[in-house]
């Protein structure tokens, strides 16, 4: 399974390739707005820092819009991935740019059926929003998991990046499901590593240590 970031604050990016698990970064333009930075420059300089795929937003409504945008971004950097949310014209972007080999995001995916179309226009990934449909009572994993069966159904290559995730739950549902990858914010992503009862065990143990003679070190 693969993490991604869902960031545009090079801070964030840089302490989770410290960790040495983060396999690529997503964005939109909320969180590039949040970083008060002018879009080109932070999304070279993510591309610059991150090995992996870097999606980036288009904001055309339309689907001539959504192509220029789309080739204006992907000729940043080769990581680029574009990102296009599942509109009817977003769906004729998808597959015009996809036929060019650029690589595309489907994103704000809230049915099985969008993704379906997407992957049928040949996106490379699709992203349902888990939190998103949750916070209207609607459960996500369903989501997930209709779309992770259908695509095995008929061997779509498209990838699932969950996306809107909150809590590490939503990453163990995800990966249980076998979605390829979670894209998550950095408070996220720092959780899934802690359990009070490991703290508490190496506490116990190093109290312990203190009573063994003779210590190599
Ligand atoms: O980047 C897309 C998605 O992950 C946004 O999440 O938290 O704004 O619903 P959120």
């Keep these: 399974m693969h993490f991604f970031l869902d960031t545009a604050e090079v801070e964030e990016i840089r302490k989770g390739l410290?960790?040495?698990?983060?396999?690529?970064?997503?964005?939109?333009?909320?969180?590039?707005a949040k970083t008060g930075r002018p879009f080109r420059e932070v999304i070279e300089e993510i591309c610059?820092?991150?090995?992996?795929p870097v999606s980036a937003e288009v904001v055309s409504l339309d689907t001539e819009g959504m192509i220029r945008e789309g080739k204006t971004v992907a000729e940043w950097a080769e990581n680029i991935v574009v990102k296009i949310p599942i509109?009817?014209?977003?769906?004729?972007?998808?597959?015009?740019?996809?036929?060019?080999?650029?690589?595309?995001n489907t994103t704000l995916v809230f049915n099985p059926l969008q993704a379906l179309m997407a992957a049928k226009a040949g996106a490379a990934y699709v992203s349902p929003f888990l939190?998103?449909?949750?916070?209207?009572?609607?459960?996500?994993?369903?989501?997930?998991?209709?779309?992770?069966?259908i695509f095995n159904n008929f061997g779509y290559e498209t990838e699932v990046i969950c996306a809107s995730v909150r809590h590490p739950v939503h990453i163990v549902e995800c990966a249980r499901l076998g979605a390829?990858?979670?894209?998550?914010?950095?408070a996220v992503?720092?959780?899934?590593?802690?359990?009070?009862?490991?703290?508490?065990?190496?506490?116990?143990?190093l109290s312990d240590w203190e009573k063994v003679p003779d210590k190599p070190f």
């Design 87 to 104: 509109t009817t014209e977003g769906l004729k972007a998808i597959n015009a740019l996809s036929r060019e080999g650029v690589r595309i």
């Design 180 to 186: 390829d990858i979670a894209t998550m914010p950095y």
């Design 189 to 205: 992503l720092e959780k899934l590593i802690k359990h009070p009862l490991t703290d508490a065990g190496i506490k116990g143990f």
């Design 18 to 32: 410290d960790l040495g698990i983060l396999d690529g970064v997503t964005t939109n333009p909320t969180l590039v």
């Design 131 to 149: 939190g998103r449909l949750d916070d209207i009572s609607t459960p996500s994993l369903g989501l997930v998991a209709d779309i992770v069966g």
């Design 48 to 52: 610059s820092m991150v090995p992996g």
